[in-house]
């Protein structure tokens, strides 16, 4: 039988929610930049060639400070997220080998007693 926790539902749940809603959000977002400037009259298109220029001089240097945090931020996520499953594996495993534990206290307390109704021997009570 699996443990199902109410929290892992409410956090899958939320999880979609805000992937849908960040998703929505950002393509919102670009359709209207595209919108804006696609725009064809002069002014438009000198504002395009503004953010052009401006993005091909954009040095990527100054960022790979911030990309170093995102990527280590990223293998974080991944090691909690690891560190969950095996949590969950191990609390499975550790309920199954209580189960096994009482079947097999279970098992011994019939075969003693059929070993002694065998032998005209009233098992003892432990």
């Known amino acids: 039988m699996q443990n199902y926790d109410l929290f892992d539902y409410f956090r899958w749940a939320a999880g979609i929610v805000a992937t849908v809603y960040a998703t929505v959000i950002t393509v919102q977002s670009l359709w209207g930049w595209y919108v ?7 002014y438009m298109s000198m ?26 931020l990223t293998v974080i996520f991944f090691m909690l997220w ?14 199954d ?12 307390e019939k075969i003693r007693q059929r070993v002694h109704e065998r032998n005209g021997v009233e098992p003892r009570q432990q």
């Open 47 to 72: 504002l395009r060639r503004y953010l052009i220029v401006h993005g091909l001089r954009l040095r990527f240097g100054t960022f790979w400070g911030d990309l170093v945090i995102s990527i280590l």
């Open 97 to 108: 080998q209580q189960t096994a534990q009482a079947n097999v206290a279970r098992l011994d």
């Open 36 to 42: 804006y400037l696609a725009g064809s009259d002069r």
């Open 82 to 95: 690891r560190a969950h499953v095996i949590i969950y594996d191990l609390g499975d495993r550790l309920a």
